[in-house]
């Protein structure tokens, strides 16, 4: 058996590692040398870093492949979550390393979601099947594996609203273009300002009734409908035909948000966040706040501002849920307006955050410890806002400068009342 080695590309304090000639045995990964292991690279977020085993092994050779990323993939049956925090980081690596348009066996320990969208839609984009180590009794040879997901993905809290890879790649353009292009879907060009509002968990039903007036009140003068990704649609296919054609798409945070990367160019994704109540939120048991001065608190919500704002192609508004604690007619439909004055005179918005995301970006470019307060707000699975709107959890008293966050606050004219603490 041929002897292993490794490629690594280091730069930014991102590491990606490319292996020549690694194997599965005996449901391990191994990395044949009698020499030095090779370093760790993380393989989720910022923490789960991963080598493979390394032992001078001598073994019959039962299958080949040529190329393979290696990485942990969970969640697969939330496409968002499948695509966005699992298949993305890891492509990032793959351009990196220049096989951004190679197929690619995607190679991990186990993976759930079977038969799920999420699972197809790997197994479409990669161009071959999925490999699990921990099922497979053969021996592999892979040629080439890709590894390092570079502390990238939806639930990896970075100082930069963009994630890594768009501004020095262009990785995220590259995913929606192959991912369009393996499912075998277009872009409509006509001009005929389609938009499309996604149903979402977080409506209340006060919040539909007021998206259904808005869309009575509208579709007399634009194509605009109301849809359900999960009953109107039988295939992720199907569910990117809608998108390609889409020019303004509009949801509340969540799996719905995950879909506007793959909006063409120029379109406009509106982000009607949510109200988060820390209390009596069943789906995160973990932002309840113990021994509570009050019932509840609550705070506006828009959670993926850095899908949202790596996918700068698309411009997002942002639905003011500071002065409209609910979705209601006239704001909705002066929204909507905007957006049609962006499509018409063909502009794309340069920022796509909103001011929670401004403030914390400001934060992190003053504060010495912001690196610790990234990876804190990531193990934890809090987003920014919970930060600067001082969720308890979030502020953590060792590295946290709480003067400077408020005084920041104050400069930006953030409204404060939504404080936690």
Not at 140 to 158: E, H, Q
Request: positive net charge; hydrophobic residues 35%; proline residues 3%.
């Amino acid at each position: 058996m041929e002897k292993s080695s490794y490629r690594l590309i280091e730069t930014h304090s991102k590491r990606t590692i490319v292996y020549t000639n690694i194997y599965i045995v005996n449901k391990e990964l191994v990395y044949n040398t009698d020499k030095e292991s090779p370093p760790s690279v993380p393989i989720f977020g910022n923490k789960h870093h991963w080598a493979p085993k390394v032992s001078s092994i001598n073994f019959n050779i039962k299958k080949e492949i040529n190329l393979a990323c290696y990485s942990s993939f969970f969640w697969v049956q939330n496409i968002g979550h499948c695509l966005f925090d699992m298949l993305y980081p890891v492509y990032v690596s793959m351009v990196r390393a220049g096989y951004e348009n190679e197929d690619f066996n995607v190679i991990t320990s186990s993976i759930d979601g079977k038969g799920s969208f999420g699972y197809k839609a790997i197994e479409k984009f990669s161009g071959r099947k999925i490999i699990e180590s921990s099922e497979t009794s053969e021996v592999y040879k892979i040629k080439k594996l890709v590894c390092g997901t570079l502390g990238v993905g939806n639930v990896v809290m970075g100082k930069n609203p963009i994630m890594y890879g768009q501004n020095e790649y262009g990785s995220m353009t590259l995913f929606k273009e192959r991912m369009m292009k393996r499912m075998g879907v277009g872009y409509s060009s006509e001009k005929n300002n389609k938009c499309i509002i996604i149903d979402n968990k977080r409506y209340s039903e006060q919040e539909k009734n007021n998206i259904h007036k808005t869309i009575h009140k509208l579709n007399k003068n634009i194509d605009i409908k109301y849809i359900y990704w999960n009953k109107d649609f039988d295939s992720f296919e199907e569910q990117l035909f809608e998108i390609g054609k889409t020019d303004i798409h509009i949801t509340s945070p969540g799996t719905g948000m995950m879909y506007m990367p793959f909006l063409k160019r120029g379109s406009i994704n509106i982000n009607l966040g949510f109200m988060e109540h820390t209390q009596t939120n069943h789906a995160r048991p973990n932002i309840k706040i113990e021994n509570p001065k009050k019932q509840n608190y609550l705070f506006p919500s828009f959670m993926e501002q850095y899908v949202c704002c790596t996918a700068d192609y698309v411009s997002t508004l942002y639905y003011n849920r500071f002065k409209y604690n609910n979705i209601e007619v006239v704001p909705l439909i002066n929204l909507i307006k905007e957006a049609l004055v962006l499509l018409k005179h063909k502009v794309v918005l340069k920022k796509n955050y909103y001011i929670d995301m401004e403030v914390f970006k400001e934060y992190c470019s003053r504060d010495a410890s912001s690196d610790l307060l990234c990876n804190h707000l990531t193990d934890i699975a809090f987003f920014p806002e919970m930060f600067v709107n001082e969720h308890p959890k979030a502020i953590n008293q060792e590295f946290v400068n709480i003067e400077l966050l408020r005084s920041i606050k104050d400069e930006l004219g953030y409204d404060r009342s939504y404080e936690v603490i």
